[in-house]
């Protein structure tokens, strides 16, 4: 028996426990956020010029952007690959993308010194950079999310546009323009949806060519002329497992019964992505011969060790294994690790491994820095909670209904 | 006249190239090319010559000694934080001795006097010729290289203030200190009596090194074996716990034979007694004693037996009434001063016993006197 | 249907148009390398570490320079400094391989490649290569991500962090604009009292250094930092040991920005990986379309 299934705004109190434990650490973010703005880098962050670069743009730039695969791998799966099947999953996904560009988008400008010169990126941009490269392309794909996001904003206020007092006389107009510019995506939405897909493969794996220039000073375990590959391959492969803990998680949190068989078909392409991308990290290393450092033991080879054995070799293992895919649990374990593996290596890259010449002072992240990094996620999954709460994303079965509905983000099929 | 000349100048210059075309070109020239050019193809419009080359260093043809050196220099051409530095150069010039003379500062001599450092080094710094430091850096690169050498906290002569006093003590205006200054002398070493040093050479282990008899009995001057000394040598603050030790070559010119042929004449089983000119079967008699070893043994580096005739050494002034008898310890009286030398010494042989039998038959020397001994 | 098909092809012709034009409008930062550069030979044989080059910097570039009697205080070499937001150019002081000679002092800032990483790096073109060597920031281009910092092999440039609006990159400028680009030699060029600083054209530096080197083999290793390192850089230095005990970080010859630029060119050249890529996931969606239309 097919249930079916529709995409709808989700009514549960906002307010839990765990929401207002996430209240207050956002609440605590801000604060420091403030402090930031107010008083400089240097009054909030232990960078220094030995580290310029610390957890906001390791954590908050890189993992998020890693983290936020799960949008483009998702629709790409569904669009471009076909696979309708798994339908369900890509409002989630596509609005977990945007909440988590967005966030990254604000941890560059919160890292920024000049923050409020952003607007010379796309105008003086130096095409020989690295960084103008995944800048841009962050900034066209967070435009290309909000552009994928849009049809659900319509689905949800055509014609419910109900606006009060002295506002009212906008009512029509703006629901004019929400039928314009649902009928203008119905029939573009196949461009957005690719070139998110070709923006997001090329700010991947150029997120990995930018240590590249930092030359010696990253260590050799993680200095690979082909990391912009490897970055790309963790990518794919932490993209699903994003998309099932998540499910996961709302699903829990929301008290709604997990999409079980969607999650167990889309965890089995998990394991042949990450052997893909376990093959390609330890080929470069047997090429290169860095395993040598692995003789050492030192903090940059033990946090190796981790990121390998624990973020990629066991999960890999239980992504092979049936019970895994059959157990709630041990999904959520499984992708929990892989999550954890992509972003600990973006974390290596950009922090553990790399070692300055000439080190006057150890970076080690300062309260505020943390308190900024957990208010942004904080923040997230609030903002996420609010959104599905609004808008119909999460879809739930629809007892009874048997018509032949496709529920895409509309446009794509008509 | 002008004409003559100018002739005779052509016909110079065109013999002179006409020679030279002889000689080939002057890449044939026993240098090195770059030696003189610094880039790789020297051209005619482009000769890259370099400045001051190495090999004509040893330019200066006038040589003075020391105590002819200029006494003091005060260095006021580049004053403006300090007093000016009041340059000890006779001092310098004596300490310069042991560390390669006077050349090693002045380094570079178009053949002629010694030349001051200003007619090569200009007080501006010249951007078209960059190997060529000014006069400031000129000065503070070859003062520098040898007052940190033996200063390691920088605190002793190394010290900006060592030679640039502030200007409250300006000592450049008050010539009472300055002729304290221009008296100084680097104080003469002390000569240690012998050096007994033991060596690898395991038949005859011992050398014995008479370091003062070099000095006082055969005239060395320290510069003779001192020459490539470096202040820190001595000055270092490990320099009295450091062994002293001897190479061949410190040796060298003057036993060279020795070296290569006669071990035994340094080395040997226990120490050795100090040379004694006796031994060479010819004692220094009163008046030989006091004469440097060179004295006898002219231009001889490594000395060697010399014929022992007086006449040998003292070739001229053999005629009576030019010689001075006195000097022998023997004036001679009125009758004898007259007297040819050849009628008492025989055959010019002045190593014989003087004869008398010539005119007196009964007379015989020593025991008879021409004259009084005198004392010498 | 066919509706949508003609708008979809003519979507992705417009995709390849847009991409082309963003390449030729993007342009990259002044980056020449001109034969007759300028650049500074530094002979740590020479240098003395009395700091004048220190004072001079800081008054040139009107940072707080304070008394110049204090700088010949030598305490400040037990711990290794490193250029700052508050000095452009500082001295260290390594011990000497031969025991009894003194320790060697080391002029560093800013080595002015010749291939800049920073040039390379900065995603603004906030740094750019002049054509007298010198290697300079702009400061109303720059954004403050401090990729530049990250970038520079010798770790050179530096951040106010401590600044809340406006905070500057600080390195040393080359004194572009007060000095260099009217051929007058920097300001602790001229401030060294040893003359261990020479301003000049690098080429004719780099004949000065070899011929220093073959004057006096005992005095220098035979090696010219800065001809061949990272490519190439503006300033020199001659040493009298190992460069890497003189504090000298390990860069290799091969230009800084090493392999990204080749990369980067790689997938921007006139857009081709891109475009091929959204080409060849159009297709397939394409495909796919049709076979579900089929099916219906």
């Known amino acids: 028996m097919e249930e079916y299934f529709k995409p709808q705004p989700i009514k549960r109190p906002f307010l839990s426990k765990g929401v207002i434990i996430l209240l207050i650490l956002a609440a605590n973010g801000i604060i420091w956020s403030i402090l930031r703005f107010g008083f400089g880098l240097g009054a909030v962050t232990n960078l220094n010029n030995q580290f310029p670069w610390g957890i906001w743009i390791g954590l908050d730039v890189a993992a998020g952007v890693a983290l936020a695969a799960g949008g483009f791998t998702t629709s790409a799966l569904v669009h471009i690959f076909y696979r309708e099947d798994f339908h369900v999953l890509v409002r989630p996904a596509i609005m977990t993308a945007m909440l988590g560009y967005t966030f990254v988008g604000l941890g560059v400008m919160f890292d920024l010194g000049r923050y409020y010169n952003i607007w010379h990126v796309p105008i003086m941009g130096n095409s020989n950079s690295v960084l103008f490269e995944v800048g841009i392309c962050v900034m066209t794909y967070l435009a290309t999310l909000y552009v994928e996001f849009f049809p659900i904003v319509n689905e949800r206020f055509i014609g419910r546009v109900h606006l009060k007092g002295i506002l009212k006389f906008l009512n029509k107009p703006i629901d004019g323009f929400l039928r314009f510019a649902d009928s203008f995506l119905g029939k573009t939405m196949f461009f957005f949806i690719i070139l998110g897909v070709v923006l997001s493969c090329l700010h991947q794996s150029s997120l990995g060519t930018l240590m590249l220039i930092a030359g010696k000073k990253v260590h050799p375990l993680w200095q690979t002329p082909i990391s912009p590959l490897l970055f790309l391959l963790s990518a794919f492969s932490v993209g699903f497992p994003m998309v099932i803990m998540e499910s996961l998680t709302a699903s829990r949190s929301l008290g709604l019964k997990p999409e079980m068989d969607v999650l167990r078909k889309l965890a089995r392409f998990i394991g042949p992505i990450l052997s893909v991308y376990l093959a390609f990290k330890l080929g470069d290393m047997v090429i290169r011969g860095t395993y040598v450092y692995l003789n050492e033991i030192n903090l940059q080879t033990i946090m190796w060790v981790i990121e390998i054995l624990f973020g990629v070799i066991i999960p890999l293992r239980m992504f092979f294994w049936d019970k895994v895919l059959h157990s709630r649990t041990l999904l959520y374990i499984a992708s929990l690790l892989v999550i954890f593996g992509v972003a600990l290596n973006r974390f290596n890259v950009f922090i553990i491994a790399y070692k300055p010449p000439y080190i006057l002072q150890q970076y080690w992240p300062s309260i505020g820095e943390i308190s900024v990094t957990v208010g942004f996620i904080a923040i997230e999954i609030l903002l996420y909670r609010a959104l599905v709460m609004i808008f119909p994303v999460i879809s739930v079965p629809l007892k009874g209904v048997s018509a032949k509905a496709k529920y895409a983000i509309r446009g794509v099929i008509q | 006249m002008k004409r003559m000349m100018i002739i005779l100048g052509i016909l110079f210059v065109l ?362 | 249907m066919s509706q949508s098909r003609r708008s979809f092809l003519k979507a992705m012709g417009t995709v390849s148009l847009t991409a082309v034009g963003a390449k030729e409008s993007k342009a990259t930062p002044k980056n020449v390398v001109s034969d007759d550069r300028l650049g500074v030979l530094v002979d740590t044989t020479v240098c003395i570490g009395c700091r004048q080059c220190e004072y001079a910097c800081k008054v040139e570039h009107g940072l707080p320079a304070g008394n110049i009697d204090d700088y010949s205080d030598r305490s400040v070499f037990e711990t290794m400094r490193r250029p700052d937001h508050t000095a452009l150019t500082v001295v260290n002081e390594y011990p ?122 005992e005095r220098y290793i035979d090696h010219v930092f800065g001809e061949h390192e990272v490519g190439g850089t503006s300033w020199l230095y001659l040493g009298g040991q190992e460069f890497l005990r003189l504090g000298f970080p390990d860069v290799g010859t091969n230009p800084a920005p090493g392999a990204t630029e080749p990369i980067q060119h790689a997938i921007f050249k006139f857009f081709v990986p891109p475009v091929a890529l959204y080409a060849l996931l159009g297709g397939i969606m394409w495909l796919g379309k049709q076979s579900s239309e089929e099916e219906e």
């Open chain 2, 15 to 376: 013999s002179s190239v006409s020679f030279a075309q002889q000689l080939g070109h002057h890449a044939k020239f026993p240098l090195r090319c770059d030696e003189c050019h610094y880039c790789k193809k020297p051209t005619y419009n482009e000769p890259c010559l370099k400045i001051a080359p190495n090999f004509i260093r040893e330019g200066i043809t006038l040589h003075h000694s020391v105590e002819d050196a200029p006494t003091l220099f005060i260095i006021d051409t580049l004053q403006n934080k300090y007093a000016p530095a009041v340059f000890t150069h006779r001092l310098h010039a004596q300490m310069g001795e042991m560390l390669g003379g006077c050349e090693s500062c002045h380094h570079h001599n178009p053949p002629g006097k010694v030349q001051p450092c200003i007619e090569c080094h200009k007080p501006e710094r010249q951007l078209n010729d960059l190997s060529r430091p000014s006069l400031k850096g000129a000065y503070h690169q070859l003062c520098i290289d040898c007052h940190r050498s033996w200063d390691s906290d920088w605190s002793k002569t190394s010290d900006c203030y060592f030679c640039h006093p502030k200007a409250s003590e300006d000592i450049s205006q008050s010539p009472k200190q300055l002729a304290e200054l221009a008296k100084k002398r680097h104080p003469v070493p002390k000569t240690p009596e012998v050096y007994v040093l033991k060596s690898d050479y395991d038949e005859a282990p011992v050398v014995t090194f008479y370091h003062k008899q070099h000095i006082f009995t055969f005239g060395l001057a320290c510069k003779n074996c001192h020459k490539d000394n470096a202040c820190a040598d001595c000055h270092a603050s490990d320099a009295k716990t450091k062994e002293i030790s001897l190479e061949h070559d410190n040796c060298l010119p003057c036993h060279e034979k020795a070296i290569d042929e006669n071990c035994e004449h340094c080395h040997g089983i226990e120490q050795k007694a100090p040379f004694n000119h006796a031994k060479t079967g010819w004692p220094l008699k009163v008046f030989h004693q006091n004469l440097t070893c060179q004295t006898c043994h002219k231009n001889q580096v490594e000395f060697s037996a010399l014929n022992t005739n007086c006449n040998s050494c003292h070739k001229a002034n053999w005629q009576s009434g030019a010689f001075s008898h006195s000097v022998t310890g023997v004036q001679l009286d009125e009758n004898h001063v007259e007297i040819d030398c050849e009628t008492c010494h025989l055959n010019h042989n002045f190593n014989a016993k003087p004869q008398c039998t010539e005119c007196h038959e009964d007379k015989s020397f020593p025991k008879d006197i021409p004259g009084k001994i005198i004392k010498r």
């Open chain 3, 96 to 217: 000497a391989e031969n025991s009894r000679q003194q320790s060697v002092t080391v002029k560093v800032q800013c080595m002015h490649c010749d291939h800049p990483a920073c040039v390379s790096a900065c995603i603004v073109g906030a740094f750019t290569k002049q054509e007298n060597g010198a290697v300079i920031w702009d400061e109303g281009r720059c954004i403050g991500c401090r990729y530049c910092m990250v970038a520079c092999p010798f770790q050179i440039p530096a951040f106010e962090f401590d600044k809340t609006i406006q905070p500057r990159i600080m390195k040393c400028d080359f004194c572009y604009e007060t000095r260099t680009s009217k051929g007058l030699p920097t300001a602790c060029v001229e401030a060294c009292p040893t003359e261990a600083l020479t301003f000049g054209k690098r080429y004719e530096l780099i004949q000065i250094a070899h011929e220093r080197i073959r004057k006096n083999p």
